[in-house]
């Protein structure tokens, strides 16, 4: 069994930073792609970035391009989420999750496990 465990998340005001992480077990980490996910009140969960087992290859959301990077860590089995110039937009519970081995990377049924979710506030 995978577990996902989020962190990192707060208030922050517009325009400000912050850094998620997502700490896998396992041993099989580096085998993975993964992803980050978000979901606001009354929203569906969206694709907001992507990163390949290597993390050679990195893929973003329209509306996170430039503003936010994917990185990871496989000594460490981490993920993370940078997120710079913050948005009242960006406000919404952040999930982390792990891949199939294919598939798309945009796709959230294409991921199999799930964090518990991290809470990110805006303000303006």
């Known amino acids: 069994q995978v577990q996902l465990v989020e962190s990192g998340g707060g208030l922050v005001q517009a325009g400000g930073s912050l850094r998620l992480s997502c700490a896998a077990s396992g041993r099989t980490f580096s085998t993975y792609a993964m992803g980050w996910f978000r979901q606001a009140p009354g929203k569906e969960r969206e694709f907001v970035a992507a990163i390949n087992r290597s993390g050679g290859s990195t893929y973003y959301a329209d509306s996170v391009k430039g503003r936010f990077t994917i990185s990871r860590d496989n000594a460490k089995n981490t993920v993370y989420l940078q997120m710079n110039s913050l948005k009242p937009e960006d406000t919404a519970v952040y999930y982390c999750?792990?891949?199939?081995?294919?598939?798309?990377?945009?796709?959230?049924?294409?991921?199999?496990?799930w964090g518990q979710g991290t809470q990110v506030t805006v303000s303006s």
């Open positions: 999750a792990r891949r199939y081995l294919s598939g798309s990377y945009y796709y959230a049924l294409d991921y199999d496990y």
